[in-house]
């Protein structure tokens, strides 16, 4: 499709200039128009005009986060609440938008409403920006006619879906912080000191130690190998990156994930808090049961657990009760379970996932806050087990050498 700039007035009398996509000038100058932008000029682009210019503003392009999401949805709650049309609604968040790949999407999505779609399918276009459970809240309050109460819901699962991501965040810096620093210290002593201690060793014609001689090995193995060892490391982030990006990967990776020594339980727990929250937020909008587990599969950004959650749903198109499709699932502990039964003898699941998410929640919460606690004696040990085959290595033969000077 051709591309077009244009320079326009708003209604304020700015001047506003960008690049639009479509089919004729006459369509342009009417996009223009509808989102309140009075056209000054508008040139079809030729092919490969400005293309470091473009290529520059796409590496430059943010890809939107949860925080466009949740501002988002905030608007469209409080504008929908207010009565205003939707295609007006639209016109104003496009404007007061930043993200240029947001900006885009909005003005595609305005196009689609203008020629007769409706909101949720003109969002189901963008995928890379809203999942699955995002656009069945949104088709659910179109259906129902309660699109605001949808956009907030949404709105606050997304604010507690950040808070959670933001939790594992935490979870996760410490530990790493720790392993990079111990990993660039040991590149530096086997690169820089020891090869030091080595001119000494050998000037003094000694027999070393066991330590010695493996201290002495790996630090040449490092001085004679660090280029190549330093490409394979790159090679390597980079094909696990390009694996972790397809089907089998980001299964494999979502059930190491939850493997990881000290804190794989805790994203365990998010992830299941993180389904909880969802799962709840879907049944109380009355999106189906079935329906409500598709999507919410989806939602976990966990592979692993979402498979579960579909042979959870496959259990209940059977005809099996979800607290027996959860116990089979063998992911939820037996507290979470008695509060499914009472759930489903209640007909109050919804109101039991919101407690099962609560419980979840509070539980990594405080692992979070005692995480430091846990790792600092398993950082101390492995901190002294390094100083002392580095004590053992280096000291060993420098006792030895002032023993034979005495």
């Keep these: 499709m051709p591309q077009f700039s244009y320079k326009g007035r708003n209604t304020r009398g700015d001047l506003i200039a960008g690049v639009l996509e479509s089919p004729s000038i006459d369509a342009v100058a009417s996009q223009l128009l509808n989102s309140n932008i009075t056209p000054i000029d508008i040139t079809e682009k030729a092919a490969g005009e400005g293309g470091l210019e473009e290529l520059w503003g796409k590496l430059k392009a943010r890809r939107p986060g949860l925080t466009d999401l949740i501002l988002f949805s905030r608007q469209m709650y409080s504008l929908m609440r207010a009565g205003v049309p939707i295609n007006r609604a639209m016109r104003g968040i496009i404007e007061s938008t930043r993200n240029r790949i947001l900006e885009s999407a909005f003005r595609e999505i305005q196009t689609d409403l203008e020629s007769g779609r409706d909101l949720s399918t003109a969002l189901a276009r963008h995928p890379s920006i809203f999942a699955p459970l995002y656009i069945s809240m ?30 594992i965040k935490s979870a996760l810096r410490y530990p790493a912080m720790v392993l990079v620093t111990m990993a660039i210290a040991m590149t530096i002593i086997n690169i820089v000191v020891i090869p030091a201690f080595a001119k000494i060793f050998e000037r003094a014609h000694v027999a070393l130690p066991l330590p010695t001689r493996i201290l002495l090995g790996v630090s040449g193995f490092f001085v004679s190998y660090w280029p190549l060892m330093l490409v ?78 579909l042979n959870m749903r496959n259990g209940i198109e059977r005809g099996e009760s979800l607290t027996r499709t959860a116990a089979a699932s063998n992911m939820f502990t037996p507290l979470v379970l008695q509060m499914l039964a009472v759930g489903e003898e209640t007909g ?30 398993v950082m101390i040990v492995l901190l002294g087990g390094l100083v002392l085959i580095l004590a053992l290595g280096v000291f060993l033969p420098m006792w030895d050498l002032a023993t034979l000077k005495r």
């Excluded at 299941?272 to 989806?298: I, K, N, W």
């Design 138 to 167: 949104v088709r659910v309050g179109e259906n129902t006619g309660r699109l605001d109460e949808s956009f907030l819901r949404i709105s606050q699962y997304l604010e507690l879906e950040k808070d959670t991501r933001e939790r």
């Design 232 to 309: 394979v490391l790159a090679g390597t982030a980079v094909a696990a990156y390009v694996y972790v990006g397809t089907d089998p990967g980001r299964y494999r990776w979502g059930k190491v994930k939850l493997r990881l020594p000290l804190v794989g339980d805790i994203i365990k727990r998010a992830t299941l808090g993180r389904f909880a929250r969802a799962f709840a937020m879907s049944l109380s909008s009355g999106v189906p049961l079935v329906q409500a587990l598709t999507v919410v599969a989806r939602a976990v950004d966990n592979d692993f657990v979402g498979e579960h959650i």
């Design 348 to 377: 109050q699941v919804d109101e039991m996932m919101n407690e099962v998410a609560g419980f979840y929640e509070r539980e990594v919460d405080y692992d979070v806050k005692n995480l430091s606690a846990t790792i600092e004696p």
